[in-house]
């Protein structure tokens, strides 16, 4: 599995708070990395965060602070810190690092995400290396990613990556005895060793991770491998045994059916009969209003929903077509029955067509 990783043409590489505020040297380190894996046809992509941790110090803040207001302050005042050492570090070796500001609402929305897939696109023909942080100065924390292990993870099918890595202070997920996992196979049990007292970024293994096999149903690869090995990309795209491996989950997900799964917040839950549950596991079938026995939440048409069975757990997520209210209102009914309530619009009334729904993996 490892020797797939020698065909890597488009990487994405996350770097920590932690990494960043305690090691002044590590952009030089990645950059001298990055430009010899553009020397071999490969193409990077930074997520990084660091902002909010260079930043609270320049504000006289003693400790990383609580209120969002002084966390955005500190963003703002740290995000020009951030920039500067990166443009140092790729500067000096030729390259040129454009920084984009992402919130959760750029992705969100369709029209903004393709526009942010474009801009990348240009960036990355241009043979620039884009350097992507959550736009923490506005995000707050109903509008945040959760941390941008999560935010690289969106960013994989943007970008049309082969390999995702997530570069942490641990040499990779560890087994219940404290050992490195090396290829973490889609159904193995996960016990983590969290860093105690971590006060400095906001993404633990957990999410890590999470985010992981999210990156991997888009078809790339993913390693959680450690940010202090001096040569870790390189490494790793040689087939280096280092860190933990996700290989990619069976077809790749096309960029709009991950977005739907994976990016979207569902607003809402369908409880679904066990005639309903077989057909969408399938995958094949659209979420007729027959099959609904339950909704929860208030949804629009076009927002994205959770497809539970009735024990709660989950099957598929989707776009639904119909309103909270419209929902209840059709929920096991059809034929005269869907009748009487919609008219003759019932003939055609689906709650989540099969091209809005994604199987959960």
């Known amino acids: 599995m490892r020797q797939l990783l020698l065909n890597t043409r488009r990487l ?154 997530l570069l942490t202070d641990v040499e990779g997920v560890l087994d219940a005895d404290g050992q490195r996992i090396s290829v973490m196979s889609a159904d193995a049990h996960m016990v983590q060793l969290e860093a105690k007292g971590d006060r400095m970024g906001s993404g633990g293994m957990g999410s890590k991770v999470d985010a992981a096999r999210k990156a991997s149903r888009s078809g790339a690869a993913v390693v959680i491998a450690p940010a202090g090995r001096p040569n870790v990309l390189n490494e790793i795209v040689a087939g280096v045994d280092i860190g933990t491996l996700f290989p990619h989950l069976g077809p790749p997900l096309k960029a709009r059916k991950h977005w739907i799964a994976f990016t979207l917040r569902p607003k809402g839950t369908l409880l679904l009969d066990a005639g309903a549950v077989r057909a969408m596991r399938e995958g094949k079938s659209s979420l007729l209003p027959i099959g609904v026995s339950g909704v929860s939440g208030e949804f629009n048409a076009g927002d994205a929903v959770r497809l539970c069975s009735l024990d709660g757990i989950e099957v598929a997520r989707g776009l639904t077509r119909l309103g909270t209210v419209d929902v209840a209102r059709a929920a096991g009914k059809k034929g005269p029955e869907l009748e009487a309530s919609f008219g003759a619009a019932a003939a055609e009334l689906v709650v989540v067509h099969k091209d809005d729904l994604v199987v959960s993996g």
């Open 12 to 165: 994405v590489v996350k770097i920590g708070s932690r990494t960043i505020a305690n090691d002044a040297t590590f952009p030089a380190r990645l950059a001298k990395q990055i430009a010899e894996l553009a020397d071999q046809k490969c193409g990077s992509v930074v997520v990084t965060s660091g902002a909010i941790a260079l930043g609270w110090s320049r504000l006289g803040y003693k400790a990383k602070p609580k209120e969002v207001a002084l966390l955005q302050a500190s963003a703002a005042a740290g995000q020009s810190v951030l920039m500067r050492r990166y443009d140092e570090a790729f500067g000096g070796l030729g390259l040129t690092p454009a920084q984009v500001l992402l919130s959760y609402a750029d992705l969100a929305d369709r029209e903004r995400l393709n526009n942010a897939r474009e801009a990348l696109g240009a960036l990355l023909e241009a043979g620039a290396v884009p350097i992507i942080n959550e736009n923490d100065t506005v995000a707050t924390e109903e509008i945040r990613f959760g941390d941008n292990d999560q935010l690289a993870a969106m960013v994989v099918p943007l970008v049309s990556a082969d390999l995702l890595v």
